[in-house]
């Protein structure tokens, strides 16, 4: 198969993580008799500082002729003075717009090996810690109006959170598939006690649940839910939920699996294009270094080959290859725990060497 993928090496660590997952990629096409071609585009930062812009439109054009987009990292401290609306992180937000990628699946699975890198007690991490979070990505208050006024001698602040029926109906969806296809128990996460947008958000789920009478229906109260994820996160097969209570739950769920470093994410619409990135960001206190982790972004391209290419075997090769490096005790920075000594420490580009290097057709 021949597929397009545009390339978004962006900030920070962003070139390096991805110039190991682009090295994987090509692996496993030699090794399945594909081939990928990559359109690069210019995103974030670096497109502030060379057009002006942190998406041109011609970038986002080039997103939405490929096959699915590749993304490393964006943003960072230089364009820190940089007005909002034209901030690096702006250009994501109107890459997913652009891209229509409503639903961002975040999955928080332990690696048996990393247990001990999670900062939970053992005796939690060992019920097992497995589930996902679908965040919707393209409504809510990231997108919602928002200005500074002068009022009364001092500034105001605006942001504003608006959700149809039909934008909470289009993500349930996704939720309660998910859940089917898993251990088919979804837990709607909102602020029904609080905000308007959150009822009617309950209100959506639960005219779903009837069509959905295979799959557990249970609502739970974001700050309730965040409590709920280091208390006992074995309770947990699918979450879902509106885009800035996902945003901020899925750090914290990555976190309790012991490396933000290692967690992929998909973002889909209703075409088979989708965004894949790590979830983590640009870390510009080690860009450079050779100290990154690129296993996010390079199972993020495994992501890419499973949802968007239809190639189950060749994601599996790349995750079974992840996994045998791990049982030989390599480690980058952010994985290798308290327990270094027993470890072999490597840098970015070793790391995504030793995957190439164990991808082996099943
Ligand atoms: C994420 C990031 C982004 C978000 C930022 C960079 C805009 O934190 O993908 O979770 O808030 O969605
Ligand atoms: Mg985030």
Redesign the pocket.
């Known amino acids: 198969m021949e597929k397009k993928i545009a390339v978004i090496r962006g900030d920070g660590i962003g070139p390096e993580i991805v110039g190991e997952a682009i090295g994987v990629l090509d692996a496993v096409a030699e090794l399945y008799g594909h081939k990928f071609t990559y359109d690069e585009v210019d995103m974030g930062g670096c497109a502030i500082d060379k057009w002006g812009d942190p998406l041109p439109q011609e970038m986002l054009d080039k997103c939405l002729q490929s096959d699915s987009v590749l993304l490393g990292?964006?943003?960072g401290p230089k364009w820190n003075s940089v007005p909002g609306d034209k901030r690096?992180?702006?250009g994501?937000?109107r890459l997913?717009a652009g891209m229509g990628v409503y639903s961002?699946n975040?999955p928080a699975k332990i690696w048996p090996q990393l247990a001990d890198a999670s900062p939970l007690r053992p005796e939690i991490v060992e019920k097992g810690i497995d589930f996902i979070i679908v965040?919707e990505?393209i409504g809510g208050i990231?997108f919602g109006d928002r200005k500074t006024v002068e009022e009364n001698g001092e500034q105001k602040a605006i942001d504003t959170l608006t959700y149809t029926e039909s934008e909470i109906r289009r993500i349930g969806r996704i939720g309660f598939e998910t859940a089917r296809k898993r251990n088919k128990r979804l837990c709607s996460v909102e602020k029904s006690n609080v905000l308007d947008s959150s009822r009617l958000w309950k209100k959506v789920m639960h005219e779903l649940a009837a069509e959905y009478p295979d799959v557990e229906l249970s609502d739970m109260l974001v700050d309730n839910c965040a409590m709920q994820i280091v208390k006992d996160p074995a309770q947990f097969d699918v979450i879902v939920t509106e885009?800035?209570f996902?945003?901020i739950l899925?750090?914290e769920a990555s976190m309790i699996t012991g490396s933000i470093g290692m967690i992929p994410?998909s973002s889909l619409g209703d075409s088979s294009c989708g965004l894949y990135?790590p979830?983590h960001?640009s870390a510009p206190d080690i860009a450079g270094k050779d100290l990154s982790n690129p296993t996010g972004t390079i199972l993020a391209a495994a992501m890419m080959l499973r949802y968007s290419f239809d190639m189950a075997a060749e994601a599996d090769c790349i995750e079974n290859a992840v996994s045998a490096v791990l049982d030989e005790g390599y480690r980058t920075a952010d994985i290798i725990g308290s327990q270094a000594a027993g470890f072999k420490k490597t840098g970015c580009r070793e790391m995504g060497a030793l995957i190439r290097a164990h991808l082996t057709k099943g």
Do not use: F, Q, T
Request: proline letters at 4%.
């Open positions: 990292a964006v943003g690096p992180e702006k994501l937000l997913r961002n975040r965040r990505l990231y885009n800035m996902g945003d899925s750090d994410s990135e979830i960001g």
